[in-house]
């Protein structure tokens, strides 16, 4: 009958075009109401502990930062610096989109804006130079998720707020799957380069070794920003919700300084940011009072306990876990799909003995498989209006599908070996 009950009203109020947020907390409510004994009262305490959390109050703050950097223009001149540097490996600047993602997703932490903000630079360049087009957008959407996975990371703090993890181990412990999986992308598209002659034009351009110099020299802001918002962190200096405010501070004086920010674009930016915090606050509500229900009436110690007495093993859980994100990745978005989850899947794996840390930074890589899973991938969406449906969103989720295979392949190299993303932290705290 719960199960019955939780199914059925998820998906009469989902499907009828309610906000997700709006039915999840529906959902628990009914589930306080019928199954709890009456005790819908108890949401509004749930609701007053997440939204007075110190952490949470990072994410307004992540999310400007973003914003600001998206408006700022810096995105040009870093693509600009990292040119020179790709311009005689095959592949060219396919590489470069993946180094600018890689660096702007360390101070953006948002995949959106990573994609939005190298994509709108990169693409008219590279369609100018004669790029297969195709291979352009793919490169920009799986790079634009290194966004999430980069620390600062929207995703890993909403996670840590949510899980009551330490946010700055899950911010150390992505640093080397990022790198890893930037890796990954550069690999695949330097074997694509070299196997299929016109994915890249050849450069007939001389190049110095001081020019690749003078270039990497551009990005001095953006490497001060990181180290104020990590280096902050790492130093014990500041919180990391503390951070995020030096972080935008700092983010202004260089975007006014540097980049082409404008009181009128910081405006437009805080406005995006305010829409942006109450869309994800709305669905945190929601999903804080289903998780409250649910946990009231003990399901995931049941559904533990069940996964420990079945004959799949931790492993297979984990597994089954996996497909269950890869295809509620095709109707929900990233952010929505974690809220959405983390009440039975994070003590389900913490209790087959999986380290918290290393969750936060698997779900996150899960969550980044969704944002190039169409047909609600976002970055998808967001590219295919960056080329002005010059590459239908078909072709963009077509051009995606190697980064996507990439991204689970990280997966598997981290379950394989998990000190990938828990060596930082073990050594930094």
Known sequence: MFWTTLIGIL???????????????????????????????????????????????????????????????ISER?????????????GGLLHSNIAVCTLFGAVSGSSLSTAAAVGSVAYPEMSKRGYNKEAVVGSLAGGGTLGLLIPPSLSLLIFGALTETSIGQLFVAGVVPGIMVSALFMIYILFLCLRQQGISPRSTESISFWEVVRGML???????????????????????????????????????????????????????????FASIGFIVLGTSILSLSVSILGVPQAILELAINSDLGKYGIFALIILIYVLFGCIFDGLSLM???????????????????WIGVIITVMIEIGQVTPPVGLNLT?????????????????????????LLLSVAIMTLFPQIALFLPSVAF
């Open 218 to 276: 551009q990005i001095w802001p953006i490497l001060l920003l990181i180290f104020a918002i990590m280096g902050s962190i790492m130093f014990g200096l500041a919180t990391p919700t503390e951070a995020t405010g030096v972080g935008v501070v700092v983010a202004i004086i260089i975007s006014f300084v540097w980049g082409q920010l404008t009181l009128a674009r910081l405006a437009a930016a805080v406005q995006r940011s305010i829409l942006l």
């Open 382 to 406: 967001v590219l295919a209006g960056v080329t002005n449906n010059e590459v239908p969103l078909g072709r963009v989720a077509v051009a995606t599908i190697p980064y996507w295979m990439l």
């Open 339 to 357: 809220i959405m989850t983390l009440p039975i899947v994070f003590p389900l794996l913490v209790g087959l003995g999986f380290d918290p840390i």
């Open 78 to 90: 870093a693509y600009t610096a990292f040119t020179p540097v790709f311009a005689k490996v095959p």
């Open 11 to 73: 998906v009469v109020t989902a499907s009828s075009g309610v906000a997700l947020g709006a039915a999840l907390g529906l959902t628990g409510l009914v589930i306080l109401e019928f199954f709890g004994n009456g005790s819908t009262y108890l949401a509004l305490d749930v609701i007053w502990g997440v939204f007075n959390s110190f952490t949470l109050s990072a994410v307004p703050m992540f999310i400007l930062l973003g914003e600001i950097l998206l408006r700022s223009g």
